[in-house]
């Protein structure tokens, strides 16, 4: 949903038969192809929490994994040669299932968790070899990197396959690192921090959209980082926006013109 | 010796008989006026503390006060028309009491911490009711305003009578606020972070050194807001070199060729 602001996006994924249609049709309001939606029997993928005070950090309370826990991802043909993938985050071996399946990409990247960096290392190396951009957290990275300074813990990641490093850090905004740029932006400070939840996702939303929207290839010879740099912008713009209503309520009535004041906001609160 | 880079400093301090002349030779060599310099009889202030993994949090083992305890600043006759001031922390009513002996400031501003908030509150807002800006970092802000979001915070505090405020967050950089303007900067990404130590203080030297430096009037109606930006990156240069090395030890040889190239990182990778 939240790349689908900058270009049409098609999804895949798995839910269950409780999945309500007005959420399928929000979607599809949005311009999202839903062919690759599964729907199987039984009930959708559940996670429930709570924040701490300042909301950095959460404690889970309930994770059932009901129908995602089967799920083996099936890309639609129609999707085979579309030219920008983003794989959320899921077991590594799933992830490189899916980017086999792609024939003609401009640029592959993605998501992982602490989980995979500890109990899938191997197969999560190999998966991300291949890929042209990293997104996760800055916990994530140091424990990837197996070093806590951030910069230390990049420059070994740029060792790993991806040349391009985007770090997630919550309130304190986002970093993107390469051999050749290094890119840093504070968050969005929000009045109201109503419910981080899917933030990172949303981020990466904004991310990928901007970048497809742009038709930037991250194969050329010259690169514009610039472009890079701003749509590490848009990902703390998308993530913001987030954070102020409960689950995605804040998408139902977000406009295009919203993200791009909220994008030049970024340009005054940054300019010195 | 962070101010000196920028402007010709005077320090009001006391120390004990121990206090090395070499250190003194040392603030000599920087320019800085050394006349409110007091020497009485006994030990200098003495902390020692040891740093979490990732430098975030400290655990105090040692404050012995020593002739700090006793301290009472007398300003020399010749520091009287300085047109900028900064209090660093020490108990309120001090500061207040250094402040009354200025005659013809072009900006105040100073530094407080937890215990004055939790102890000395009331003090402390007489105190700060006569600044320009108050510097602080962002977990005294939530206190000090009784409010965990900061943005609210910084509202809240603004009306307690300083009309600018800095709001430093270690690692993760600094803000500034003011009814007419907002600026975030990103901490400066060091490969080796050895000493934290001071690098509030060295923040203070820097952001007010170069505003003094640029002749900046904060009482002038029209001020330009990008100066204050420009002074809160110089700042945080300034505590970006104390974390290199242990203690001042950097500053023995940083040169002012130095800081300005670091200025002109910030620039780069804050470039969108």
Not at 2 to 26: N, P, W
Not at 46 to 61: K, Q
Not at 145 to 169: C, F, M, S, W, Y
Not at 220 to 239: C, N, P, Q, T
């Amino acid at each position: 949903m939240s790349a689908s602001y900058f270009t049409q996006a098609s999804i895949v994924g798995v839910v269950g038969e409780d999945f309500a249609q007005q959420d399928r049709d929000l979607l599809a309001s949005k311009g999202v192809d839903l062919q690759g939606l599964e729907t199987v029997p039984g009930k959708t993928f559940f996670w429930s929490g709570v924040y701490s005070e300042d909301m950095n950090d959460r404690t889970t309370l309930q994770t059932d994994l009901n129908v995602f826990a089967d799920f083996q991802p099936k890309l639609p043909a129609s999707y085979a040669n579309q030219p920008y993938l983003f794989l959320g985050n899921i077991l590594p071996s799933l992830q490189r299932n899916v980017h086999e399946q792609m024939k003609d990409l401009k640029f592959v990247g993605g998501d992982t968790m602490n989980l995979w960096i500890a109990q899938q290392r191997e197969e999560l190396l190999a998966t991300i070899k291949d890929w042209d951009f990293l997104l996760i957290n800055d916990g994530e990275a140091k424990m990837l990197a197996g070093e806590n300074n951030l910069q230390k813990a990049a420059q070994k990641i740029l060792d790993l396959g991806p040349h391009t490093l985007v770090i997630k850090r919550g309130e304190y905004g986002a970093m993107l690192f390469r051999r050749d740029t290094l890119f840093i932006t504070p968050g969005y400070l929000l009045e109201d921090l109503f419910d981080p939840t899917g933030a990172g996702d949303c981020f990466a939303g904004g991310f990928v959209g901007y970048l497809a929207e742009r038709g930037f290839d991250l194969h050329h010879d010259k690169i514009d980082v610039h472009e890079l740099h701003r749509a590490v912008i848009y990902g703390s713009v998308m993530g913001s926006f987030c954070c102020e209503e409960f689950g995605v309520d804040r998408f139902r009535r977000l406009t295009r013109q919203d993200i791009d004041q909220r994008f030049d906001e970024f340009r005054r609160f940054t300019a010195f």
